[in-house]
């Protein structure tokens, strides 16, 4: 049986990520460089073909997801399973505000210690369960297809350590790029990255932030 290939795509920009301002659940539009993201998304995969396509049920990944296929209306299929991680009380803030505001979920939200809790929010583990979870299902309905997946950067990094057996506690050492593609294939037997942070096809420089 031929590989399970899933083309990854994180969200355009939106304003919060400019300001820094922590997303999570919080459903924040694409701004206008996001919105130019999305286009020319829809540009770069205007020639290829998918079996699914999957979008997270948030604006900023579904309007990001609209833009990349011909037939949205019938194509996309919203899953709440692909929404980023809920930061609690977090949500909304800059790194600074959430350093000041709210020092005990800060600490607890960049220590990456997966069992500990977060005010208001998801533990990590939980997180990256969820999306484990999600991922798991697809290589059983879509076994040896090609889907997109439209989503978030905290989804995109719980994927990457997934496939390379990455504990969740170890810093970040990979790019996560607003509306970059990502590719993961599996053969039933492991998975292989075949692409990430590819922006080539963006129209200028893009934000790194995954929040």
Not at 12 to 20: L, R
Not at 71 to 97: A, C, M, S, Y
Not at 157 to 164: G, K, M, S, W
């Amino acid at each position: 049986m031929r590989a399970t290939t899933l083309v990854l795509v994180r969200h355009g920009e939106t304003s919060w990520n400019v300001q820094g301002r922590i997303q999570g659940h919080t459903d924040v539009a694409l701004n206008r460089l996001g919105l130019a993201q999305a286009e020319a998304l829809g540009n770069r995969l205007a020639c290829e073909r998918f079996d699914a396509v999957y979008s997270s049920d948030l604006v900023r990944a579904y309007h990001t997801a609209r833009r990349a296929v011909p037939d949205p209306e019938r194509t996309i299929i919203k899953d709440r399973r692909l929404r980023e991680r809920h930061f609690g009380v977090l949500q909304g803030l800059t790194g600074e505000e959430a350093m000041t505001g709210q020092p005990a979920a800060w600490k607890a939200f960049k220590s990456r210690d997966p069992d500990l809790e977060l005010a208001g929010g998801e533990k990590l583990g939980d997180f990256s369960r969820r999306i484990v979870g999600f991922v798991e299902a697809i290589l059983e309905t879509h076994a040896g297809e090609r889907v997109l997946v439209v989503t978030h950067g905290g989804v995109l990094d719980a994927l990457y350590r997934h496939a390379l057996g990455m504990p969740l506690s170890v810093s970040r050492n990979f790019p996560i790029y607003n509306a970059s593609v990502n590719i993961l294939s599996h053969d039933e037997q492991s998975w292989r990255i075949d692409a990430w942070g590819d922006v080539a096809h963006l129209p200028q420089e893009v934000a790194m932030d995954d929040t």
